[in-house]
């Protein structure tokens, strides 16, 4: 496994992650995203990634063009894993 930031090669084809662009493990980890190969070690790695990467959305969707900040969406967090509908990496659909 390769950690370092790296371009995919034949070689990790079936490690390498890219989102993040390193290798990360395919065995003893809850979920991998078959689009961009991110591995996510636990559910509650997958809701952290999940519910911070819907807020940026959201706060990102409430900003004004001119990058005026409204603040704050309320966003209920997810807290079951089935309830995670993309990969927080890709946007792709789980
Ligand atoms: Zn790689
Ligand atoms: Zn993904
Ligand atoms: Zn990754």
Do not use: I, W
Not at 5 to 30: I, K, L, M, N, Y
Not at 47 to 55: Q, T
């Amino acid at each position: 496994m390769n950690l370092a930031v790296h371009a995919p090669s034949s070689s990790c084809e079936q490690t390498h992650c890219g989102a993040h662009d390193v290798d990360e493990p395919r065995e003893g980890v809850f979920k991998v995203c078959l689009e961009c190969g991110h591995a996510f070690a636990t559910p509650s790695d997958l809701l952290a990634a999940y519910n911070s990467e819907r807020r940026r959305m959201a706060e990102a969707e409430l900003d004004g063009p001119d990058g005026t900040d409204y603040g704050t969406p309320a966003l209920v967090p997810v807290t079951d894993v089935r309830q995670v509908e993309f990969c927080p990496c890709c946007a792709h659909d789980f």
